[in-house]
């Protein structure tokens, strides 16, 4: 079995695992829309349609996943025996979305297809567990990551965490960026069937 965390925060998202040896942040301004970002402001709370923070950590969830099989695949790790991936997660809707299902939430939901769609005749199962704020610092420092001077220095976090020096940094597909955003952005209703067509390499990169 293999270890990762992640988070999110209002303005970005990062997860890590030294176990598959990759890192990853989003700047959620950089990657979806102006109106997603206002949607997931704090300012935005009593909006019909703001968009929660639970909703940000199971994108977290989703991409520590597509990370997770596009590390193995690219590693030729033997997952044959169906290895789990025990996510650690500060968010106990997220936790149990991932691992029950979600009912309260349309977001969650939708994300919910769209993560059993990249499960799908996977080898690699996952479980959500709950960690602290306080012990999910690594993923909690990586996903408050911001911009400095046009652009992102990662170099204080790699010396800060030593640990993830020996990490591979994971992009993320623009495929796979698109379907969350059309889902943020439009409740679009994700396919299964075709997501599952997709290969670990399609979700992204190293």
């Given at each position: 079995d293999f270890v990762a965390a992640g988070d999110a925060c209002p303005w970005g998202?990062?997860?890590?695992?030294?176990?598959?040896r990759f890192w990853w942040h989003i700047d959620f301004a950089a990657t979806f829309s102006e109106d997603v970002v206002?949607?997931?402001?704090?300012?935005?709370?009593?909006?019909?349609?703001?968009?929660?923070?639970n909703v940000l950590e199971t994108v977290v969830v989703i991409i520590n996943y597509a990370a997770a099989l596009c590390a193995c695949a690219i590693d030729g790790v033997d997952i044959s025996a169906c290895p789990m991936l025990l996510n650690y997660c500060d968010n106990t809707s997220a936790c149990s979305w991932i691992n029950k299902k979600c009912r309260?939430?349309?977001?969650?939901?939708?994300?919910?297809?769209?993560f059993a769609g990249l499960m799908w005749g996977r080898e690699l199962g996952v479980q959500c567990e709950w960690l602290s704020t306080h012990a999910n610092e690594i993923a909690d420092r990586i996903s408050r990551v911001k911009r400095e001077s046009g652009a992102f220095d990662y170099s204080l976090l790699l010396i800060e965490f030593p640990q993830l020096q020996s990490c591979r940094k994971f992009h993320p597909s623009a495929t796979l960026l698109s379907m969350i955003s059309s889902v943020l952005e439009s409740n679009a209703l994700p396919d299964p069937l075709m997501i599952r067509q997709l290969t670990p390499q399609m979700l992204g990169s190293f």
């Open positions: 998202g990062g997860g890590w695992s030294t176990d598959l206002r949607r997931a402001s704090k300012e935005c709370q009593r909006d019909p349609a703001y968009i929660s923070i309260d939430s349309l977001l969650g939901r939708r994300l919910g297809r769209l």
